[in-house]
């Protein structure tokens, strides 16, 4: 693969308790421990990120191919849950994909869904690593 485009972020601090930035500036902020994991809570953290990061790129290829396909999905949304758990010895992740397609038969809509997962990287980079759900609302 050829990368069109590359991110590039920086962690400092102490890990899950520190902050992140972008090479651009755009995107700078504290990351802390959820409170659910015993931490202090009160700002961001990697799972947020990546469910944000997942679901805008999700959403992207599920409009992509909505387009290719001449489907009408205004008003679409995609909500990412990713859970963070022990796995073996150490911790793995989870992700649930919640689309809403208001307007779209069933049918249509699951085509749409199925067809973006295999079109979006975040879907491609973790397909067999992480268990991905895809939920239609």
Same mark, same amino acid.
């Given at each position: 693969?050829?990368?069109? $485009?590359?991110?590039?972020?920086?962690?400092?601090?102490?890990?899950?308790?520190?902050?992140?930035?972008?090479?651009d500036?755009?995107?700078?902020t504290?990351?802390?421990?959820?409170?659910e @994991?015993?931490g202090?809570?009160g700002?961001?953290?990697?799972?947020?990120?990546?469910?944000?990061?997942?679901?805008?790129?999700?959403h992207s290829? &599920? /409009?992509?191919?909505?387009? /290719?396909?001449?489907?009408?999905v205004?008003?679409?949304?995609?909500?990412?849950?990713?859970?963070? *758990?022990?796995?073996?010895? *150490?911790?793995? @992740?989870?992700?649930?994909?919640?689309?809403?397609?208001?307007?779209?038969?069933?049918d249509?809509?699951?085509? &749409?869904?199925?067809?973006?997962?295999?079109?979006?990287? $975040?879907?491609?980079?973790? /397909?067999g690593?992480?268990?991905?759900?895809?939920?239609? /609302?």
């Amino acid at each position: 693969m050829t990368p069109l $485009y590359t991110a590039v972020a920086t962690a400092t601090g102490d890990g899950r308790d520190g902050k992140v930035r972008s090479s651009d500036g755009l995107l700078e902020t504290a990351v802390a421990t959820p409170a659910e @994991l015993g931490g202090a809570g009160g700002a961001t953290n990697p799972e947020q990120l990546f469910a944000a990061g997942y679901a805008a790129c999700f959403h992207s290829a &599920l /409009r992509l191919v909505a387009r /290719r396909a001449k489907a009408d999905v205004d008003g679409s949304e995609v909500t990412a849950h990713v859970g963070l *758990g022990r796995d073996g010895a *150490g911790f793995g @992740l989870s992700v649930t994909l919640e689309v809403a397609l208001p307007g779209v038969p069933a049918d249509t809509a699951r085509q &749409l869904v199925d067809t973006a997962h295999q079109v979006c990287p $975040y879907s491609n980079a973790t /397909r067999g690593n992480i268990d991905v759900q895809l939920v239609l /609302r």
